[in-house]
């Protein structure tokens, strides 16, 4: 029997899966549907929407979708494409979905960039100037899109009559794809709106539960599961993100079931948030199903033991992933390499920047180090391997903190193995240069809060992806002055705009985290940046 049948409900009302019929739409949601559907039908181009995750961009995308795929009016037919995942490690790659995506067949022995790029061109022109149909292309996790894919995109844009463009593009994407467009004037220029998603209001939360709850309902009246506190501690507890909110309530009616009660109190939904993880990256990490049973039993203990809520964290800890955990395999697209000395990640105590750890500056043989201003610095920052699921693009934004054309060149000079960037091979050794950045930390938010540093750049990149801890989004930096030589620090992605700020961000880590971590805000005078902001 399924859970939700035992609270006399006909579905499940918090599913994480993006239920167009469970679609709330607040004010800001509805204004953003609107003027996408305006946008489409005036067929003015290109069009993204941009917000944190978990705030309703997927269920967004598949409400627009359904409402043109497939759909016939009177004045106007539609084609539509949806890409869930375009991270395409090459240009050919990504037109021949796109091209597959509209039915048009390519020859995978015979068709090159440019002749696909062709019979994509000749089918929008049949489409929308023939047969006067409207077609549209959507993205989802837009962030993901390669530089290679933006500049494909762009010219799909020149595709147009005297009257409109021929293919509608609509992107998805988290805040950070802002950075990425930006580097890429040609294509910014191109957009035609730039559509923001936000966290709900209180307000809005609780009216997002109610409507599932009644869209889940068995007709009769809306199920009284919560009371004013619980709704506004579900609040306080998701931020106002729809689908921590949904994950919330699910835990809630989970430890309904198991207490056997009939409403959810303030301190219930406080120990059911607290099953659920942090988000990390702007994303919710998933427990295993044994753990969550476990945590289940912890809450119906929490809520007859009238524990206070401080001990259930403290017990709810145990769960989290341990530091010798993390240092568990190599992290994600990077693989073992014979010349680090220490395959694990070491965590070192982070102290004064005084005190900052050192490591030999000195170059790898047959390298010259340059001479700047009286300042020797080292060539390279290290060599990473790389693996599947991994582009050349990542692993530079990953590095330097963005990705522009330069640092590319930079890289490609470095490594004359690598005949092309759309054609980096698992196993592939990538040296990266130190090359200075552009500009340092942020004049408006100088404060930078560090979490950890690491001896090398291959420790400093098994860290960033290996940190599934309850952290916020963090990111590498990488600088270098006489007195420390080359550091490799993780510090959150957010700056600061006073030391005071910082270090109360600093002090909500978890426990193994904060003993660790640091506010950073003055430089030495030589000091060079290799991480840009």
């Not at 020797?376 to 990953?398: C, F, K, Q």
Request: charge should be neutral.
């Amino acid at each position: 029997m399924e859970y939700f049948k035992i609270l006399n409900l006909k579905k499940e009302p918090f599913s994480n899966s993006p239920e167009p019929e469970f679609l709330y739409l607040s004010e800001n949601h509805w204004e953003c549907l609107q003027k996408l559907e305006l946008a489409i039908r005036l067929q003015r181009g290109l069009n993204v929407v941009l917000g944190e995750v978990g705030t309703g961009k997927t269920t967004l995308c598949r409400h627009l979708l359904i409402k043109f795929e497939g759909g016939n009016e009177e004045e106007r037919q539609f084609e539509t494409q949806l890409i869930l995942d375009p991270d395409f490690d090459s240009p050919l790659a990504f037109l021949r979905a796109v091209a597959a995506g509209f039915g048009i067949r390519c020859e995978e022995e015979t068709d090159t960039e440019w002749t696909i790029k062709e019979k994509i061109k000749n089918y929008l022109f049949q489409k929308g100037v023939e047969e006067k149909k409207l077609v549209l292309l959507m993205i989802d996790e837009g962030q993901k899109l390669p530089p290679y894919c933006l500049e494909k995109l762009r010219e799909f844009l020149n595709y147009e009559s005297n009257e409109f463009k021929l293919l509608q593009i609509v992107i998805f994407a988290q805040s950070e794809f802002q950075e990425t467009f930006r580097e890429y004037g040609n294509f910014a220029d191109r957009i035609n709106q730039l559509l923001y998603l936000k966290p709900l209001g209180f307000r809005e939360t609780r009216n997002l539960i109610k409507y599932r709850l009644q869209k889940a309902g068995n007709g009769d009246s809306l199920p009284a599961f919560f009371n004013l506190p619980a709704y506004w501690t579900i609040w306080r507890k998701s931020g106002g993100y729809p689908r921590r909110i949904v994950g919330i309530c699910h835990q809630i009616l989970l430890a309904l079931i198991v207490s056997g009660k009939k409403k959810a109190s303030a301190s219930l939904v406080r120990a059911s948030a607290n099953i659920l993880p942090a988000r990390r990256g702007g994303r919710l990490l998933l427990i295993p199903l044994s753990v969550l049973l476990v945590l289940l039993s912890l809450v119906f203990a929490a809520i007859n033991l009238d524990l206070d809520n401080s001990y259930f964290r403290d017990i709810t800890a145990r769960f989290t992933p341990s530091e010798t955990q993390l240092n568990k395999g190599p992290a994600p697209g990077l693989a073992d390499q014979a010349t680090s000395p220490d395959p694990a990640v070491v965590f070192r105590e982070v102290e004064t920047a005084a005190e900052s750890p050192k490591i030999n500056a000195a170059p790898p043989p047959g390298v010259a180090a340059p001479v700047l201003s009286g300042r020797r610095i080292p060539e390279v920052l290290g060599t990473l391997v790389m693996e599947r699921e991994r582009s050349l693009s990542h692993l530079i934004r990953a590095v330097y903190g963005g990705y522009t054309d330069k640092k590319m060149q930079a890289v490609m000079a470095l490594n004359p193995h690598i005949a092309s960037p759309n054609l980096i091979r698992s196993g592939m050794k990538i040296t990266l240069p130190a090359s200075p950045a552009e500009t340092g930390p942020p004049a408006d938010k100088p404060f930078l809060a560090a979490v950890a540093t690491a001896r090398s750049l291959d420790e400093a990149y098994r860290l960033l992806w290996q940190t599934t801890d309850n952290l916020p989004p963090l990111r590498m930096f990488i600088y270098w002055n006489n007195d420390g030589g080359m550091t490799f620090t993780l510090i959150f992605k957010e700056t600061f705009y006073d030391e005071t700020e910082a270090q109360r961000a600093l002090e909500k880590l978890p426990k193994n985290w904060s003993a660790q971590a640091r506010v950073m805000s003055r430089w030495d005078k030589d000091t060079v940046f290799i991480s840009s902001f």
